[in-house]
C-alpha cells in the first residue's frame, strides 16, 4: 500500500515509522524543508523526536502536489489549528479515491469544529472516506516498538476494517469502530484533562486528587460526546479511558507537562514560548467550553480550565470552586 502521511511532528513519525515497518510505501510531508532533508540524509527528524531513528525505507518531501499525488491513503497529523490551511491547499489534488485517516486530536478554535467536519469542508471528501485513528499511543513508544493499541473509526465499517488490517501487527493493534464522532472527541477532549492533571501536580496535591479529576473529566467529556452523537461506550474504551489515562498520568504527555508548569506559577506564554510542539489541549480548551455552553451541556472541569487558560482565575481559586459547588448525585454534574 502507498501511504502519505502529512505532519512530520512526533506523532507522524511514529505512524511514518509504524506504516514502513509494515511494508508499506510511505511518504512522509514536512513543512519545514530542513525537516524532510533530515529524514532522507539521516532517518531522523532534526526537530521532533531526535532520538528516534526512524525507519530507513521512509521518504521525505516538503513538496505537497508530490506528497498528495503519492498516494490514495493520506495519513493526517497535521496540528488541528493548521489544518485548513494546508487542507485548502491540497482541495484541487484531492482525487475520487483516496481515503484520509486523521491522527490528529482538537476541536478547530474558530469553527468548533471536529477533524471530520473541517476535512469535509475543506477537501470536500464524503463522510465515508474520513476515518479517524485515535488511542493511548505515545510517539516514541512506538516507534520503540512497545505492543500498542488505537481505534481506527470510520461511519464505513469495510474501509474501517481493511484499514485495520493494513495498519495492524504485533506493534500497534488496530480495533475498528464505527463511532466516528466519539473516536474524535475523546482523544480532543482528554487534553484538558491532561492539562488540570498537570495543574494537581504543580500544586503538590495527591493520588485522590487525580483520581477524582480524571472519573470526573471522563464523565463531562462523556456528557458533551453523547449530545454531539457519540456513543457513551466509546469513551469507556481506547480512545476515551484508554488516552485519558495515559496522557494524565504519562511523563511523556505535552498536555500534562503545560498543567505541571502552570501549577508551579509559570505563565502560559513562557510555557509555550518554551515549547517546540504543539499541546493541543491549550487551544482545544476554551473551545470545548464554548462548544458546551452552545449544547446546554454544563461541564465544570472544562469551563475552569477554560478560565485558567485565558488569564481569568488561578488554579488553586479554580479548585476551590469545583470543590464548593452545589452537591449533587454522581450520575449529574
Same mark, same amino acid.
Given at each position: 500500500?502507498?501511504?502519505?502521511?502529512?505532519?512530520?511532528?512526533? /506523532?507522524?513519525?511514529?505512524?511514518?515509522? @509504524?506504516?514502513? %515497518? #509494515?511494508?508499506? $510505501?510511505? !511518504?512522509?510531508?514536512? +513543512?519545514? *524543508? &530542513?525537516?524532510?532533508?533530515?529524514?532522507?540524509?539521516?532517518?531522523?527528524?532534526?526537530?521532533?523526536?531526535?532520538?528516534?531513528?526512524?525507519?530507513?525505507?521512509?521518504?521525505?518531501?516538503?513538496?505537497?502536489?508530490?506528497?498528495?499525488?503519492?498516494?490514495?491513503? /493520506?495519513?493526517?497529523?497535521?496540528?488541528? @489549528?493548521?489544518? %485548513? #490551511?494546508?487542507? $485548502?491547499? !491540497?482541495?484541487?489534488? +484531492?482525487? *475520487? &479515491?483516496?481515503?484520509?485517516?486523521?491522527?490528529?486530536?482538537?476541536?478547530?478554535?474558530?469553527?468548533?469544529?471536529?477533524?471530520?467536519?473541517?476535512?469535509?469542508?475543506?477537501?470536500?471528501?464524503?463522510?465515508?472516506?474520513?476515518?479517524?485513528?485515535?488511542?493511548?499511543?505515545?510517539?516514541?513508544?512506538?516507534?520503540?516498538?512497545?505492543?500498542?493499541?488505537?481505534?481506527?473509526?470510520?461511519?464505513?465499517?469495510?474501509?474501517?476494517?481493511?484499514?485495520?488490517?493494513?495498519?495492524?501487527?504485533?506493534?500497534?493493534?488496530?480495533?475498528?469502530?464505527?463511532?466516528?464522532?466519539?473516536?474524535?472527541?475523546?482523544?480532543?477532549?482528554?487534553?484538558?484533562?491532561?492539562?488540570?492533571?498537570?495543574?494537581?501536580?504543580?500544586?503538590?496535591?495527591?493520588?485522590?486528587?487525580?483520581?477524582?479529576?480524571?472519573?470526573?473529566?471522563?464523565?463531562?467529556?462523556?456528557?458533551?460526546?453523547?449530545?454531539?452523537?457519540?456513543?457513551?461506550?466509546?469513551?469507556?474504551?481506547?480512545?476515551?479511558?484508554?488516552?485519558?489515562?495515559?496522557?494524565?498520568?504519562?511523563?511523556?504527555?505535552?498536555?500534562?507537562?503545560?498543567?505541571?508548569?502552570?501549577?508551579?506559577?509559570?505563565?502560559?506564554?513562557?510555557?509555550?514560548?518554551?515549547?517546540?510542539?504543539?499541546?493541543?489541549?491549550?487551544?482545544?480548551?476554551?473551545?470545548?467550553?464554548?462548544?458546551?455552553?452552545?449544547?446546554?451541556?454544563?461541564?465544570?472541569?472544562?469551563?475552569?480550565?477554560?478560565?485558567?487558560?485565558?488569564?481569568?482565575?488561578?488554579?488553586?481559586?479554580?479548585?476551590?470552586?469545583?470543590?464548593?459547588?452545589?452537591?449533587?448525585?454522581?450520575?449529574?454534574?
Amino acid at each position: 500500500m502507498r501511504i502519505t502521511v502529512f505532519g512530520a511532528g512526533s /506523532w507522524g513519525c511514529a505512524l511514518a515509522h @509504524q506504516m514502513a %515497518r #509494515r511494508g508499506h $510505501d510511505v !511518504l512522509l510531508w514536512a +513543512l519545514e *524543508p &530542513e525537516v524532510a532533508a533530515g529524514i532522507n540524509a539521516d532517518h531522523r527528524n532534526p526537530i521532533f523526536l531526535t532520538d528516534a531513528e526512524l525507519h530507513p525505507a521512509i521518504r521525505s518531501t516538503s513538496d505537497l502536489e508530490e506528497a498528495a499525488l503519492h498516494a490514495n491513503v /493520506w495519513i493526517w497529523v497535521v496540528p488541528v @489549528q493548521f489544518s %485548513r #490551511r494546508v487542507m $485548502d491547499r !491540497l482541495a484541487p489534488l +484531492l482525487r *475520487p &479515491e483516496v481515503v484520509v485517516v486523521s491522527a490528529s486530536k482538537g476541536i478547530e478554535t474558530e469553527s468548533l469544529k471536529r477533524m471530520d467536519e473541517l476535512a469535509a469542508e475543506a477537501l470536500d471528501i464524503p463522510a465515508d472516506r474520513f476515518c479517524c485513528l485515535s488511542g493511548p499511543t505515545f510517539a516514541i513508544e512506538v516507534v520503540h516498538g512497545d505492543p500498542s493499541a488505537a481505534v481506527l473509526a470510520c461511519r464505513d465499517m469495510d474501509l474501517a476494517r481493511r484499514l485495520q488490517e493494513q495498519f495492524s501487527d504485533y506493534h500497534l493493534r488496530c480495533y475498528a469502530g464505527g463511532d466516528l464522532i466519539g473516536v474524535e472527541l475523546a482523544g480532543a477532549l482528554k487534553n484538558t484533562v491532561a492539562i488540570a492533571a498537570g495543574i494537581i501536580d504543580g500544586l503538590g496535591l495527591g493520588a485522590n486528587t487525580q483520581a477524582a479529576l480524571m472519573t470526573r473529566g471522563l464523565h463531562e467529556n462523556t456528557r458533551l460526546g453523547v449530545a454531539l452523537g457519540a456513543e457513551p461506550d466509546t469513551f469507556r474504551g481506547l480512545a476515551g479511558m484508554g488516552d485519558l489515562v495515559l496522557t494524565c498520568t504519562g511523563g511523556l504527555s505535552r498536555n500534562r507537562r503545560v498543567g505541571q508548569r502552570l501549577g508551579r506559577g509559570e505563565t502560559l506564554d513562557a510555557i509555550l514560548g518554551s515549547m517546540r510542539e504543539v499541546a493541543e489541549g491549550v487551544r482545544t480548551t476554551p473551545a470545548a467550553a464554548k462548544l458546551a455552553t452552545q449544547m446546554g451541556v454544563e461541564m465544570p472541569i472544562t469551563q475552569s480550565m477554560a478560565r485558567i487558560l485565558t488569564g481569568q482565575i488561578d488554579p488553586k481559586d479554580a479548585l476551590k470552586e469545583l470543590m464548593t459547588r452545589q452537591l449533587k448525585v454522581e450520575t449529574q454534574l
